[in-house]
């Protein structure tokens, strides 16, 4: 009898899974926002606000109430006004003792008060318990349903069970919350939707000074220097030969530049003797921001590939092949096909194919929508040998292609090398060190290192 009744009382429906009412102060487009996923996700939602009257903007199944009645009639409060306004909840203090405040507030600018909004609204109302949550988010993701947009939702409070509460709305939403520990995180919190692209900066500016270089570069040789000693006015090679052969210069620096620092990272610890150093500032700033620089080198990447393929369509190039037909043509002689030299095209045009297959390859497991679908193992041997092998390829491809020019003195115009081998330092250096640190005399100590071996430890265990 009493198996059967516990039976049947795990069979009956749990009333505890009621959603509990949440109140929102302000009427805002992200107060709207958020109270109308609230209510689609199964929450009673009261909105506290200075008119009572209904408006048409508000969700339909909400109730608006003025601030007292709203408060009281929830335990969690979301504070979607801004700091400027907060004055108005000091005369709530008494109503507010005790409830759990999410303050979603956002700032004009990096710090623009000494303390954040959220221990600023803390120390007005040091009854209550406050939650900084939700700034992360707008109002679009949450009507598009977050899908186009971060899911991540950073959560920090002093009171862990009101933290808790506000984590499991968050989930409750469809979003991901990231605690980050008390409320002294909140200032970091609230600067976090204020940076813009804080890791793309230094990619950002080392590519636009190293295009700028390269592109003044292939102009000072290929346009000035033809237009001075042999009078001829290449300036169109501007719209797309120097692009076509900056791109690809870009592509293949910046490739290297993403696995030179792991290199010098391994060189350090090597001289160290221990894991347990911190490696400069710069090496660590400059590792930080590896896939950002492998973004913009694929995307340098795929302009070479678009540049490539519309040259047979120019002009120049048609009016170079005809003027060689002629050429024949006058002169009653018809060149045979180079076979070495044919070779060598195929394979500079195939190592170009595959190289850029894994450079796409490499950049689609840096999204997060994918790199979050595999495991750790996975995406460290696309991103590692998967990578290197990209950079083998690429290096191959240019060497193949160029590789003559280093011997061949006419490519020395005012005694400064072609772009092409400027290229080739950064990879061929990485390469190089890279094949060095692979030798078993070499990598084991490196591999004993990195799981925790010192040369010369400190402290005796």
Not at 38 to 46: L, N, R, S
Not at 278 to 303: N, T, V, Y
């Amino acid at each position: 009898m009493n198996t059967n009744s516990s039976n049947m009382m795990a069979l009956a429906p749990n009333t505890s899974n009621k959603r509990e009412t949440v109140c929102i102060f302000g009427t805002g487009d992200f107060g709207r926002a958020l109270g109308h996923k609230m209510i689609q996700c199964g929450y009673p939602v009261v909105y506290g606000s200075r008119s009572t009257q209904i408006s048409n903007m508000i969700p339909k199944d909400a109730e608006v109430l003025s601030h007292a009645e709203a408060a009281q009639k929830a335990a969690i409060i979301i504070i979607a006004i801004q700091r400027q306004h907060y004055n108005f909840l000091t005369p709530l203090a008494e109503i507010l003792r005790g409830k759990v405040l999410v303050d979603i507030s956002n700032n004009l600018k990096l710090n623009q008060y000494p303390e954040s909004n959220a221990e600023y609204l803390a120390q007005l109302l040091p009854g209550a318990r406050v939650v900084k949550g939700f700034n992360t988010v707008s109002a679009w993701a949450l009507q598009s349903g977050a899908l186009d947009a971060s899911r991540q939702v950073f959560v920090c409070g002093d009171d862990m069970e009101a933290k808790q509460m506000v984590m499991n709305i968050v989930r409750a939403l469809g979003l991901t919350p990231l605690d980050q520990g008390s409320l002294l995180a909140a200032q970091e919190i609230e600067n976090y939707p204020l940076q813009l692209f804080p890791m793309w900066k230094f990619p950002v500016f080392l590519s636009l000074g190293l295009t700028a270089f390269f592109f003044f570069y292939c102009l000072v040789l290929d346009v000035i220097y033809t237009y001075v000693y042999e009078k001829q006015d290449f300036s169109f090679f501007i719209a797309i030969t120097i692009p076509n052969q900056v791109c690809p210069v870009m592509a293949l620096t910046l490739l290297g530049l993403v696995y030179l620092p792991g290199v010098l990272a391994a060189i350090i610890q090597l001289y160290r003797g221990t894991k347990y150093s911190r490696f400069p500032d710069w090496l660590d700033k400059w590792m930080l921001c590896r896939k950002q620089l492998g973004l913009i080198a694929l995307a340098f990447a795929s302009l070479h590939a678009v540049f490539t393929l519309v040259g047979p369509i120019r002009s120049f190039v048609r009016w170079r092949t005809s003027q060689g037909i002629i050429s024949q043509a006058l002169n009653n002689k018809t060149e045979p096909l180079d076979t070495t030299s044919a070779w060598l095209s195929d394979s500079y045009l195939a190592l170009g194919i595959l190289g850029f297959f894994f450079f796409v390859l490499v950049g689609i497991t840096s999204l997060p929508s994918v790199s979050n679908s595999v495991n750790w193992r996975e995406f460290r041997f696309v991103q590692s040998k998967l990578g290197y092998l990209t950079l083998i390829l690429c290096t191959a491809h240019t060497l193949v292609y160029g590789g003559n020019w280093f011997l061949n003195p006419l490519a020395y115009k005012w005694y400064l090398p072609n772009i092409y081998m400027l290229g080739l330092v950064v990879p061929c250096t990485v390469l190089v060190v890279k094949f060095v640190l692979i030798f078993p005399c070499v990598d084991k100590p490196l591999t004993q290192i990195r799981q925790g071996w010192e040369r010369n430890p400190k402290h005796s265990e």
